[in-house]
């Protein structure tokens, strides 16, 4: 089943701009995930946030997470053409051996 | 050093067929998984172990079977392969069962088409 559901299902920015993604989740968590896929590879972690947390930075992203509205979002500061690629939310859904996973937002960065 | 390696990465076989895509992880991690990846990128986990135990199943046709000979190797096997089973299938593994802090770590993925 699809727990997240990310939003928008495709972005496309001009290179440098800010990139924002939105995650809604249904259930109750202890986490949720943010994962980056480039075509043609495998996914790659890239944030977990925790339940009892708001916001968490790591580089140029920045995650914040709000359990009243059950919904994250992924902000990409001064975006590059290397941001280009699908970005996942995963959620535990309270859950200790699965990860739900949402459809994906795709981001294109134009030079 | 790969952390989460499957082989092979591109499969090609005939309708009815038997094969098999290997995944080891040199990570020391206790969970591993399989998922499938449709053509519009859905994720769904197909089955998990966790130190050489399944741990999830989710409803996958019997002719999907995993075998984890070690915590470090969850291999895949498929019989009497179909052309919907085409797709590309992840490996992944986490020290924790969702992943900790640290997540999942997936292997590049394995495109197997059906012909």
């Known amino acids: 089943s699809q727990q997240g559901e990310e939003d928008p299902q495709a972005l496309s920015i001009q290179e440098g701009e800010n990139a924002t993604m939105n995650c809604s989740y249904k259930?109750?968590?202890?986490?949720l995930q943010w994962y980056r896929q480039n075509s043609g590879r495998g996914l790659v972690h890239l944030i977990l946030i925790r339940s009892n947390e708001r916001e968490k930075h790591s580089g140029r992203l920045r995650v914040t997470l709000d359990t009243s509205k059950k919904s994250s979002s992924l902000l990409i500061t001064a975006s590059r053409a290397a941001d280009t690629a699908s970005y996942f939310c995963a959620t535990d859904m309270d859950s200790n051996y699965q990860l739900i996973w949402g459809a994906g937002t795709k981001l294109i960065i134009k030079p | 050093d790969t952390a989460v390696s499957q082989t092979p990465k591109y499969l090609v076989t005939q309708m009815g067929n038997d094969k098999s895509i290997k995944c080891e992880q040199n990570l020391g991690h206790d969970t591993m998984y399989w998922y499938k990846q449709d053509s519009k990128k859905f994720l769904k986990i197909m089955f998990s172990y966790n130190n050489k135990e399944l741990i999830i199943n989710e409803t996958v046709p019997n002719r999907f079977s995993p075998k984890s000979p070690d915590k470090a190797h969850l291999n895949l096997h498929i019989n009497s392969l179909e052309l919907g089973d085409s797709a590309v299938y992840f490996c992944?593994?986490?020290?924790?069962?969702?992943?900790?802090?640290?997540?999942?770590?997936f292997g590049s993925g394995t495109r197997l088409t059906v012909v």
């Open positions: 259930t109750s968590i202890n986490n």
């Open positions: 992944a593994s986490s020290q924790e069962g969702t992943g900790g802090g640290h997540g999942y770590t």
